[in-house]
Every structure is written in structure tokens, then in C-alpha cells.
């Protein structure tokens, strides 16, 4: 469900070398490394031009002297409130474009490394003035990381959003939540003023677990040909999320029908909520196009510019989910 490392030529995951460019796509040989560079060569080269842009910053901003409005070197003596510090920004711009660009390649290497860059730029920066919280729960999903991802999106729809929170002081907790409950109900998520990434991404999560669950229950048609110890083996190595695959009470059980009817309740209110917050979203989600491709330059709620920045930021994860758009195409079709 989840990318793995592998040749971007062949899928072979022994004998791996690194692209010397943009350092995130790997070869099983130097034949295939030379049989995808057609493939490879925008991408690699988008990256590089992009890495030596933020690199360039990064220099500046360690270099910086010390006056009445900056301090000196902010990546040292500036972390968590950096977007108060006006030569911090073209910083912030320049590594947000170098995770975008890193995430144009579809390997494993590339999407650790664009979750690394964005969960850094959220140490820096609390407040969060580029949005980039809306892109890491995807990125998590992708690396089969769907508790983080959970549990990411669960601090900034309460925590963050509780109106007494003040993100310029550092002494208050800071992405403190840790494996909250994935099948709790998504309630919290449906207000007034619901935010389309965490919706999708929740939406997406839920599909996940309600995917293991149903291949759990067919698993039970074995429970008569098999002992439990052997038969709760092989369940084990059936989960794709982390949150069943670790839930011993789950992989040894035999009652999921109520679970499962749970679940899809789940999925069938964010569908609602989802198409609620933004009508785009689903139509594209399944007929994509140039949406993928669109730069748009603000993204006010409900509109397509919103649309488009989280569908570009989501697609990844909903795609490499196996029959997970097929769900969304059974409920659109009702």
C-alpha cells in the first residue's frame, strides 16, 4: 500500500545506487539508470535547480549579522517563530518549492526526505504561514506512517485551532499528540469551518482501515483448515496500516462485522463532509486532468484554486491506495 525503496527502472530493491543529482531516485545498475533518463531528466533537474536555490538561502541565513530587526544565524536562535523574521521568509519559500519538487518523484527516498523538510519547516515556524501542515499527513500516508499522519492532523484541528493557543510561546506543548485513536468518530473534523486537507486525508485513512478489517474477516474463512496460532500468523502479515497491523486484539479476533459497519459509516460522512466543504474535490479526484498540474497563486475556501492545491497534495496517497478511488467512484455514483 505504502512506497518501498526500489529501481526507478525495474522495481528491483537489491543493489541500489543513488542519482548523484537529485539524490532521492535509485538504480538497481547503471544500464537502467540510462535507460530512464528520458524518464528522470525534468525531475532531477527541477530538484537540483531548486536545492541550490534553498541551499543558497540557507547560507544567507547562517550568515546573517545581527541588527535592531534580525537576530543573528535565526535557524539557531530563532526556532519556532520564524516567519516574524523578514529575511527568514525567502528561506521558507525556497525549501517549501524544494519539498514540492522533491515530491515530483515518486520514489520512497523522495517522499522521506520531502516529510523531513516539511515536519523541520513546522520546527521552525509554529505559526505555520505557508500551510505546509496540510501537506505532511499526505506524505505520512505514503510512507505508511498513517498513525503520524492521524495524529498530526488530531493536534491541529484541536489543539492548534483552540482559540487560547498562542504559537509564539514556545513553552506551551508542540505536536504533542501521539496515537490518538484512528477509529474514533471524525466529528471533530465537520464544524463550521471544516479544513479540506485534514477532511481528505481522514477520509483516505479511514478507507485504509476499513480495507484491513474486510481482509481480516475473509481471512476467517481459513479458521476451520488452520490452528489459531497459525491462523492468527498469517493475519498478521495482512494489515497495510500500522494502526491494525499493531492491534493485537484486532489480528486475533474473529467478531469485525461491527467494526466494518463503523468504518464505513466513517467514510460515507467525510465523503459528505468533503463534497460539503468543497464540491471540486471528488469530480477531480477521479477525473484529475490539468488540476495536477495548475499553480494557483491563493486558494480561498471552497473554490477550485483550493481545490487544486490539495488534490496536488493528496493525489499521491489516494492513488498508491489500491481500490481506494474505487470507493470514492461506488459513492459518487449513488
Known sequence: MSLSPCCNACG???GLTRCAAC????YCSRDHQVLDRANHAA???AVKHARTIFEREEQ?????ASDVLTPANPLETSVGHFWGILSTRKYMRARYALARAIL???TFDAVKLAAE???DMLRLCRSDNLGVRDMLPAIYLRLGRDQDAYDIIKWFQTTKSSSDY???DLDLPYLDIVEADVFESPQYLCGKYPTLAALVCVALLKIRLLLDLVALMNAGCLAPRLPRELLDRVKSYIPETGPVRTNRGLISGTEYSNLIVTMSSQVDE???AVAEANKHFWPALLDPGAHLTARPEIMPSCTKDEMQVNLQYCYDSWIETPRSIDFIKTMSAR
Do not use: F, M, N, P
Open 12 to 14: 528491483a530493491s537489491q
Open 23 to 26: 539524490k532521492v531516485t535509485l
Open 43 to 45: 525531475d532531477c533537474k
Open 60 to 64: 544567507k541565513l547562517r550568515g546573517e
Open 104 to 106: 515530483d518523484i515518486k
Open 117 to 119: 523538510h516539511v515536519r
Open 166 to 168: 498562542d504559537s509564539g
Open 270 to 272: 467525510l465523503y459528505v
